[in-house]
């Protein structure tokens, strides 16, 4: 009974761990690049905690075990070259094992060739501005109206009574599913970096300069990040959302956008 | 002419101690008193970091702003690294050479006893006016302490004074590591060869190079800086023709050696302390030096990997990804030997000990992140969230500065001439080490989970671990005033041995505790070494 009891708790906190909400891990993201980014972080991080099990189990025991007060006399070794050629081979063989698959992601991770779509993020203190390259539509993309008032210091308003508090914008980036999407990212004043951790893309966006990314999300869903690199007082208030949608719903946008257009300047 | 030659040749130091009063410190070149002067520095301004350290975990407690507004916030990032880093943890080391390395090589003092002056006294002044930018208006420097421009130009009346205090910074560290080399060059007692001299003495001999080759290209960078504010000139502003990633690849080109002068060091005090409270000869002693020089060597080719989403070269990448997991082999090298050195020795849990045992442990950890960082594809992810900063708090804190801790713990008795109260200092190993790892591991979470750092604010699935990190804050900053006690009430314990701890070796150990005014007046005989 008390070892069910226990079990069931063990298996319910488990459950509780693995629950995206606590996010104690990296997601692993809605692309096929961003799956693998998962997978080599995983892979690094158990090569650690295997190496973590030996070398922390050797001292532990160590701790325990030759420690003046149980009487032993200290060996007076200081030196084993068989020893030393082991722990110096063992990590190279390691590494090399963890260098090629992580060379393979890189070099896809950089082939930004044929995008069925190119989008122009291009950052500002404190918003973003996309231009769609193929379609003549451009819009600003900043902090959401309750975040932005729930933000101010004292401003009375729980952070958790806001939905997607600090992670919601006015005007989101809207893509197709399935589509490789080029994001061509650059600067009007100091540097940002644009960040959705689900679609594994960090890139800086530097002024006088263009840099290159590219996705191709393989789930329709809403994707939140933020601004990566510290750009002044409001850093922290400029979020990115995008928003992946089927083929048609993402023609009806770019339709429904482009119509508004000429009314959103006449305004 | 012929009078000075005679009263040089009559001078002796039998006679007088030091002087009295304030002329004793403000005009000192006695390498045991500017040690104590850098060591008091160095802990005020750990101090004062840390109160800036824990405006930013209350701030962060909870979601929401309750106590600064943003630009504060990024005040006071900017300023507890600067503070932490060339303030506190540069110092302290430096302070720690000062006192031990003449005593570990049989010199009298250090080789430029006036120097030595100089470069501790720029050190007050340098910080003094980094700190009154906190009074200027604009504010104090905001945009990190890595100063990337064009954000770093936008700084108010702070800028040149930000400018002017790490040139200072940069003259005081240049002079330290100048006198330092010189000293173990040439004044060693004569049968000391180099690969006889202490561990510590080592790495500081290392640390030194890397600061004499990497403080001028923080000099140079930031003097563009300074010309491309008020001089018209365009070197890193894209309007001109500039390139604002140059500044980085410069500043890295510093900034990555620079992360091994604040370890160096630390390897090694631990590589002195485990041997002794072991009883056994350190394992691997040459090969803990080529590890220390390979080390040093690879800082100067891997600076990229800060930077590996500015849209380099995949060649470029590449290059740098494999350079930065180089390093885990000679890093793997030294924690093995340190483990080894261990491994059936006679173990004691004294303070230093203790501190440098945590070391070992917390300090692999943030080895480990740092291997984690080195894969290219996942740094995209965990680059300028909450991972790095714990991965290099966790080298810092549990790294260099309980390393810091240990090496205080474990000289003390020799400076002071007395026990500190050793209950007291189990008392603040414990909680700080509980304490650290309460603040910074949560962090780990965040950073995967996609907190990006330098904010003051955060959405609320990242409040529970911040609530958490928050807490352990303020325990370990609480716990270093159970230090400041132990410090104080260092002279009441009962007087030390001229060994202290129990047969230690190094030459250190053979003067008295505390060790006089002046030691090693002729250089000493080295005792035959302890195991063969």
């Not at chain 2, 109260?421 to 189990?426: R, V, Y």
Request: proline share 7%; glycine share 8%.
């Amino acid at each position: 009974m008390l070892q069910k009891t226990v079990l069931c708790m063990i298996g319910l906190t488990l459950a509780g761990v693995a629950h995206a909400s606590w996010g104690l891990n990296m997601p692993q993201g809605v692309t096929e690049l961003s799956k693998e980014t998962y997978d080599l972080h995983m892979k690094v991080f158990w090569v650690c905690v295997a190496i973590g099990v030996v070398v922390f189990g050797v001292m532990i025991y160590s701790i325990f075990a030759h420690r003046k007060s149980r009487g032993v006399t200290p060996a007076t070794f200081s030196h084993s070259t068989t020893a030393e050629i082991i722990w110096t081979a063992v990590p190279v063989v390691i590494l090399l094992a963890l260098a090629v698959p992580t060379a393979k992601t890189l070099v896809r991770l950089e082939d930004s060739r044929d995008p069925d779509l190119t989008i122009v993020a291009t950052g500002y203190q404190w918003k973003w501005h996309y231009q769609y390259q193929d379609e003549d539509l451009g819009f600003y993309s900043s902090l959401s109206r309750p975040s932005l008032e729930a933000r101010r210091k004292q401003s009375g308003i729980d952070p958790f009574s806001v939905d997607n508090y600090l992670l919601d914008v006015d005007n989101p980036v809207v893509v197709p599913v399935g589509k490789k999407v080029r994001l061509l990212l650059t600067s009007n004043d100091v540097l940002h970096a644009w960040w959705v951790p689900d679609l594994a893309i960090k890139k800086d966006a530097i002024p006088g300069m263009i840099n290159e990314t590219w996705f191709k999300a393989e789930q329709v869903g809403t994707y939140r990040g933020q601004c990566a690199e510290l750009c002044g007082k409001d850093h922290g208030y400029m979020p990115i959302v995008v928003e992946v949608v089927d083929e048609d719903a993402y023609q009806a946008w770019v339709d429904t956008r482009k119509a508004d257009a000429p009314q959103l300047a006449a305004n | 002419m012929s009078t000075i030659a005679a009263d040089v040749k009559d001078h002796t130091h039998d006679d007088h101690g030091p002087a009295k009063g304030y002329r004793r410190w403000l005009f000192a070149t006695n390498h045991k008193d500017i040690g104590t002067m850098y060591l008091i520095f160095s802990f005020v301004m750990f101090l004062i970091g840390g109160l800036m350290a824990l405006v930013i975990r209350s701030e962060l407690a909870i979601p929401g702003l309750q106590f600064v507004h943003p630009e504060f916030f990024n005040q006071m990032t900017t300023m507890h690294a600067l503070i932490m880093v060339f303030g506190a943890v540069m110092p302290a080391f430096v302070g720690l050479a000062n006192w031990m390395i003449p005593m570990m090589i049989g010199a009298p003092d250090m080789a430029l006893p006036r120097m030595n002056n100089w470069s501790f006294w720029i050190l007050p002044v340098a910080f003094g006016i980094l700190l009154s930018t906190l009074f200027m208006p604009g504010g104090a420097p905001a945009s990190g302490w890595t100063m990337y421009p064009p954000l770093v130009l936008q700084t108010g009346d702070a800028f040149p004074f930000l400018i002017f205090s790490v040139h200072l910074m940069g003259i005081s560290s240049i002079m330290g590591a100048i006198n330092i080399i010189v000293t173990i060059m040439n004044m060693r007692t004569p049968e000391m060869s180099l690969l006889r001299m202490p561990i510590f003495v080592w790495t500081w001999l290392i640390t030194a190079y890397l600061l004499i080759a990497v403080m001028p290209v923080l000099a140079g960078a930031v003097t563009m800086l300074l010309t491309d504010q008020f001089f018209g000139t365009s070197f890193f502003l894209a309007a001109g023709g500039g390139d604002p990633v140059m500044f980085q690849h410069i500043f890295w080109f510093f900034g990555h050696p620079e992360v091994y002068i604040m370890i160096l060091p630390a390897f090694g005090v631990v590589s002195e302390i485990i041997p002794t409270f072991a009883r056994k000869p350190l394992f691997g002693r040459d090969s803990m030096i080529y590890a220390a020089s390979c080390i040093a060597f690879l800082s100067f080719i891997v600076w990229a990997h800060h930077m590996f989403t500015v849209g380099m070269p995949l060649s470029g990448q590449l290059f740098f990804m494999f350079a930065t997991m180089l390093i885990a082999i000679p890093t793997g090298v030294k924690v093995f030997n340190w483990v080894a050195t261990m491994w059936r020795g006679a173990m004691t849990f004294e303070t230093p000990m203790l501190f440098a045992l945590a070391f070992v442990f917390l300090f692999t950890i943030g080895g480990f992140s740092g291997l984690m960082l080195a894969i290219t594809p996942a740094d995209i992810q965990y680059h300028d969230s909450y991972f790095v900063v714990a991965h290099f708090h966790y080298v810092l804190v549990p790294g260099s500065i309980f390393a810091i801790m240990a090496g205080a713990y474990y000289w003390l008795p020799k400076w002071t001439g007395f026990m500190y109260n050793e209950a007291l200092g189990k008392l603040h190993f414990w909680l700080s080490t509980i304490f650290v790892n309460l603040t910074f591991f949560p962090m780990h979470f965040l950073g995967l989970a996609g907190m990006p750092r330098r904010i003051p604010d955060y959405a609320t699935q990242f409040a529970d671990f911040n609530f958490i990190a928050s807490i352990g804050a303020f325990g370990f900053g609480l716990s270093q005033l159970i230090f400041i006690w132990v410090l104080l009430t260092a002279k009441r314990g009962v007087p030390a041995t001229d060994a202290v701890w129990d047969d230690p070796e190094g030459l250190e150990w053979t003067v008295p505790s505390p060790a006089p005014f002046h030691t090693f007046d002729t250089p000493p005989k080295l005792p035959a070494p302890k195991f063969g």
